[in-house]
T-cell receptor, first 114, second 112 residues
């Protein structure tokens, strides 16, 4: 089966610039997650969608991060403006509704802010 | 919220030996404990999981144990092979919640 697709794979931007990441979950997966994985650490949940609604965005720095999943399928995560400490891998994951633990991850987008 | 601690942060073993990674969790309501393997530059992949009504689960060379009273769980890899070299993450998820809380990861290196 097709997995979770993410793009781009890599992105280098200067601080204060904007960047957007895209995620296409596994077909039929109602739940979509965005994680931030800083080098040497485990993934940290930023936001969780159930269809097109936000379930949990308590860890999302809302002053600079935003995310949407307008049609309940694809999702975009945006950072504006970026800071040096935003350098990380941004992972998208999806799961069937009610089975959040069995999440399938995308390859991630490695963001470097210089 | 849930806090998961993982030890050790790095682990080097000789090929054929066993590797053990231990995790503790804080939320007694957690009832599902998956383990993910992440090879360099690749996505985390679920390798095994255990639910709170089970004390141990095996899948070929890997096994997980869970002690709910002590709130800790462990991953055991036997007869390690070079392809087992990766970063391993434990995670916990409370009942009625879908948010995975990850440990910081263990970098396992299997020496040939």
């Amino acid at each position: 089966e097709a997995g979770v697709a993410q793009s781009p794979r890599y992105k280098i931007i200067e601080k204060r610039q904007s960047v957007a990441f895209w995620c296409n979950p596994i077909s039929g997966h109602a739940t979509l997650y965005w994680y931030q994985q800083i080098l040497g650490q485990g993934p940290k949940l930023l936001i969780q969608f159930q269809n097109n609604g936000v379930v949990d965005d308590s860890q999302l720095p809302k002053d600079r991060f935003s995310a949407e999943r307008l049609k309940g399928v694809d999702s975009t995560l945006k950072i504006q403006p970026a800071k040096l400490e935003d350098s990380a891998v941004y992972l998208c994951a999806s799961s069937l509704e009610g089975q959040g633990a069995r999440s399938f991850f995308g390859q991630g987008t490695r963001l470097t802010v210089v | 919220g849930e806090n998961v601690e993982q030890h050790p942060s790095t682990l080097s073993v000789q090929e054929g030996d066993s590797a053990v990674i231990k995790c503790t969790y804080s939320d007694s309501a957690s009832n599902y404990f998956p383990w993910y393997k992440q090879e360099l530059g690749k996505r985390p992949q679920l390798i095994i999981d255990i639910r709170s009504n089970v004390g141990e689960k095996k899948d070929q060379r890997i096994a997980v144990t869970l002690n709910k009273t002590a709130k800790h769980f462990s991953l055991h890899i036997t007869e390690t092979q070079p392809e087992d070299s990766a970063v391993y993450f434990c995670a916990a998820i409370p009942v009625n919640d879908y948010k995975l809380s990850f440990g910081a990861g263990t970098t396992v290196t299997v020496r040939a």
